[in-house]
T-cell receptor, first 119, second 114 residues
């Protein structure tokens, strides 16, 4: 069964330090996308970064990078030089093709990691 | 402005009183989806729709109904709400429902069922 696991319910990090948020996934489909979203205390869901299952290089978006290890089925989010505004809930998600459909897709999320940045 | 809107943003109701949460997107997206978010469980997909008149169950469809009569609208219907449906609900859309597409989320609807 498809599954996303985030093993860190909460993390505290000192401002300006780098932080890695863990995400492992399980799927039998060869084609899938992995996403990270940020949810600040205001509640909205903000897209951060995407990694495709066939992408050869790790995705980067500004201070965000995705450490994609396909064989280990992990897609960890790395935030460099953390800022106070990075304090939020972070969700890892996977979007895969549903069997038998060429374009349908089901999406599953992990349980999230609450990141708190200390000044 | 490209966006997904949800109404209402906050709702308190009582057990058994039918309610509808509306969702609308102005990006001409084919794919729309509903999620509920509960502490410690992340977001769980309730229903999704690939196009008009095409809907399918997600992981937690029990107690919910949806319809997709127009491309832009995807309302979530609770025919007989129960307290275990108290949650934060998100509507989301994406262009075609492909694996590489990110979703655009609405602002969320906080529902309390007494």
């Amino acid at each position: 069964a498809q599954k996303i696991t985030q093993t860190q319910p909460g993390m505290f990090v000192q401002e300006k330090e780098a932080v890695t948020l863990d995400c492992t996934y399980d799927t039998s489909d060869p084609s899938y996308g992995l996403f990270w979203y940020k949810q600040p205390s205001s509640g909205e869901m903000i897209f951060l970064i995407y990694q495709g299952s066939y992408d050869q290089q790790n995705a980067t978006e500004g201070r965000y990078s995705l450490n994609f290890q396909k064989a280990r089925k992990s897609a960890n989010l790395v935030i460099s030089a953390s800022q106070l505004g990075d304090s939020a809930m972070y969700f890892c998600a996977m979007r895969e093709f549903r069997r038998g459909y060429s374009s349908a897709s089901k999406i599953i999320f992990g349980s999230g990691t609450r990141l708190s940045i200390r000044p | 402005e490209a966006q997904v809107t949800q109404n209402p943003r906050y709702l308190i109701t009582v057990t058994g009183k039918k309610l509808t949460v509306t969702c609308s997107q102005n990006m001409n997206h084919e794919y729309m989806s509903w999620y509920r978010q509960d502490p410690g469980l992340g977001l769980r997909q309730i229903y999704y729709s690939m196009n008009v008149e095409v809907t399918d169950k997600g992981d937690v469809p029990e107690g919910y109904k949806v319809s997709r009569k127009e491309k832009r609208n995807f309302p979530l219907i609770l025919e007989s709400p129960s307290p275990n449906q108290t949650s934060l609900y998100f509507c989301a859309s994406s262009p075609q429902g492909l694996a590489q597409e990110t979703q655009y989320f609405g602002p969320g609807t906080r529902l309390l069922v007494l």
